[in-house]
């Protein structure tokens, strides 16, 4: 540990730090804000391998407690980040676990240009995965072509007039653009108007239940919560309130192909191999499935406490033995 860190200026000072026995193991960084609790649990399962070790950076430190120390010598650089947990060369780097929050200072961007100069570094989080996957339309395209039954998206050029003409036929609807969900269901009027010159409407379906499926490299884990209320419901009927979130272990054969070809197919722009994914389902009465949503990045920790399922092992696992696919 070195609580007294004053920030070295080159490689060979860095020496000075080092300790008299050397961890030559791979290294998993865990690049998140020191508030972020979420990670600890990913933590402490990597911890307690023997193969590799973690390293926990909080970018939001560089230039206190985290310093950067590199070399560029032609076409080849080296860099090192140091803070009170210890030093992590960049050769030594097998993944790196990338959580920024949503306001993030110079040293993210500064970290984050350093690690795209490190080809062989496995991500998860990493800008790309997160920018191929912000675009619902895109996503739904790439379910349908996966498997799953996606609801009807029509385009239109006057946000204000289709808002009243698709509701008319359809009931309920969400407004999408390109770029994300700027309005959430139904979206009010004065919202709308203030859309792009065009959205997308997306047709809203009765479902009663919401499944959420977490992908880990190949495996599966998966919680049902029943819906609040569904934007169909006629006010006459009473209003039903949801039971607990479960762990759910009957996800049908053909949904669970879908989500591991949507994995494996995976085209944002360039082809993309997700070896972990969030997914969003939906189920009606009559057990008809949808897709809804797919996170790059999606949070777990609050099914695993619920359900118990051992999802943050699979995912110290993925890190720690990540390995970088074709892009």
Not at 6 to 28: M, N
Request: proline residues 7%.
């Amino acid at each position: 540990m070195h609580e007294d860190i004053e920030g070295p200026q080159d490689i060979q000072e860095l020496e000075d730090f080092e300790d008299a026995e050397k961890d030559e193991r791979p290294v998993v960084l865990v690049v998140a804000d020191s508030a972020d609790t979420g990670v600890d649990a990913v933590i402490q399962a990597i911890a307690q391998r023997d193969d590799v070790c973690v390293h926990r950076v909080d970018p939001n430190d560089i230039g206190t407690t985290t310093f950067l120390v590199g070399q560029i010598v032609g076409n080849m650089m080296s860099f090192c980040v140091l803070n009170e947990q210890g030093r992590t060369y960049c050769d030594r780097i097998r993944s790196v676990w990338w959580r920024p929050p949503s306001d993030c200072s110079e040293g993210w961007g500064t970290l984050e240009a350093l690690l795209h100069a490190c080809p062989h570094v496995y991500w998860i989080g990493s800008p790309q995965r997160i920018n191929a996957l912000s675009s619902p339309p895109r996503n739904i395209l790439a379910a349908a072509r996966a498997g799953f039954e996606t609801p009807m998206i029509e385009l239109h050029p006057n946000p204000g007039a289709a808002l009243f003409e698709v509701t008319g036929r359809w009931g309920a609807v969400r407004t999408l653009s390109w770029g994300g969900y700027p309005f959430g269901t139904g979206g009010g009027l004065d919202d709308l108007m203030m859309a792009p010159a065009v959205v997308f409407q997306q047709r809203l379906k009765n479902a009663t239940h919401r499944v959420t499926v977490f992908y880990i490299d190949g495996q599966m884990f998966a919680a049902r919560a029943e819906l609040a209320d569904s934007p169909l419901r006629y006010e006459s009927e009473e209003l039903r309130m949801p039971d607990p979130l479960e762990a759910f272990f009957d996800i049908p054969e053909p949904i669970a192909a879908s989500v591991t070809r949507f994995c494996e197919t995976f085209g944002g722009g360039s082809f993309i191999c997700l070896r972990y994914a969030v997914f969003h389902l939906l189920v009606s009465t009559s057990d008809q499935w949808w897709f809804d949503t797919v996170e790059p990045l999606g949070d777990f920790w609050p099914v695993e406490e619920a359900t118990k399922q051992p999802i943050s092992r699979a995912f110290a696992n993925l890190l720690a033995t990540g390995e970088t696919e074709p892009t």
